[in-house]
């Protein structure tokens, strides 16, 4: 990627030679033709014009372009055109949540420009992303989730066509011939998504989808108040020795009356235990976004309930009578397995006490 320098109106223009995609925008044609126009298109996050790239990815599928420049993908290091992580091909907010990132790009129009010209500065001095920098010290119990969530092949069925919109209306008179799919149009939040919602991982709809669901082990439940009405804490995670119980005191009081505060810098977390409901649900609602404590980016999600009673309670099993316990310690340990209830010799008695015999 090279930047335009000779006029000073352009010195922030990209030019770029190839895009950057994942494989499933890329297709499974090997031989593949594109179309290159420089400056063609503006960035639709930084609004930057920037070389965009043009192709088929197969036969049947629609053509697709680049959406966001490169400086852009490579600071979120997700593919130009999906918007989706280049490594694990989830979409960026599944990833933060996962790896715990805090998304520092700037929203506004100079401080996005400001923002884009220091990261060219960086990519020029070193091509390392966020791919390579960020996920090395990212935990391994997030990269983990990750691996269970991302597709094991390319997913080329998302290359399709788009729906007709004549036939949605029952217009359409091309039949078999139509370029396009006679579907009808499924209803639901995911109709609704933003690119820019995507870029930055903020309200996607289908991160909550693939969060909520069951490979995510419920991962996108945290962000929404349990069913227990008996969870009144709230799990804070990012704490490091500067934070202390007094400052996450100091935070958290005045939203409700609070019974305890425990802080683990071992693990790095800590708990809030409110008094009442309403209060932890009134501090998750302003600080579930996350918060920022003595300069410290903290994330803050619903506890879980702690299990209460024996492990075969907790598994639904009925647990067995005192009667029941006393009368198969009366009866002795049973007979190894493959052998016969009955007892030929003393010495296969566990019962016997050696030379004294157990009937007296």
């Known amino acids: 990627m090279a930047q335009i320098k000779a006029d000073p109106n352009k010195v922030s223009w990209e030019e770029s030679e190839f895009p950057i995609l994942c494989e499933t925008c890329l297709g499974d044609n090997p031989y593949l033709r594109m179309t290159k126009q420089s400056q063609a298109k503006e960035c639709k996050v930084c609004t930057r014009p920037f070389t965009v790239f043009r192709w088929c990815p197969g036969v049947g599928m629609r053509f697709k372009k680049t959406e966001v420049c490169q400086t852009c993908s490579k600071v979120k290091n997700v593919c130009q055109t999906c918007l989706l992580d280049l490594e694990f091909g989830l979409p960026v907010q599944v990833r933060d949540t996962a790896l715990g990132l805090e998304d520092n790009a700037p929203r506004s129009d100079v401080n996005k420009e400001f923002f884009a010209q220091n990261m060219d500065a960086h990519f020029q001095n070193s091509e390392d992303g966020l791919g390579s920098g960020g996920f090395g010290k990212a935990e391994s119990a997030g990269r983990e989730m990750l691996k269970k969530l991302q597709r094991t092949e390319p997913y080329y069925k998302r290359n399709r066509q788009h729906i007709c919109s004549f036939f949605v209306k029952g217009n359409c008179t091309r039949g078999a011939e139509c370029p396009y799919r006679h579907e009808m149009p499924q209803e639901g939040e995911l109709k609704h998504q933003n690119i820019k919602d ?28 349990p069913k227990d009405k008996t969870i009144t804490s709230l799990f804070v995670t990012g704490i490091t020795e500067a934070i202390t119980e007094p400052d996450l005191k100091g935070f958290f009081y005045v939203f409700g009356e609070i019974k305890s505060i425990v802080v683990v810098h071992k693990s790095k977390c800590a708990f809030v235990n409110f008094t009442t409901r309403a209060g932890a649900e009134l501090a998750f609602e302003k600080a579930g976004g996350g918060v920022n404590i003595q300069g410290v980016p903290l994330r803050v999600s619903w506890a879980k309930s702690r299990p209460v009673g024996a492990r075969t309670e907790q598994r639904g099993e009925a647990a067995p009578s005192p009667a029941a316990v006393m009368d198969a310690l009366q009866a002795g340990p049973p007979p190894p397995p493959g052998s016969s209830s009955g007892i030929s010799y003393p010495s296969q008695d566990p019962t016997y006490q050696g030379s004294t015999s157990k009937h007296r």
């Open 198 to 225: 995507r870029y930055y991982g903020t309200n996607d709809p289908v991160a909550r989808k693939i969060l909520s669901g069951p490979r995510a082990g419920g991962a996108g439940q945290q962000f929404s108040p």
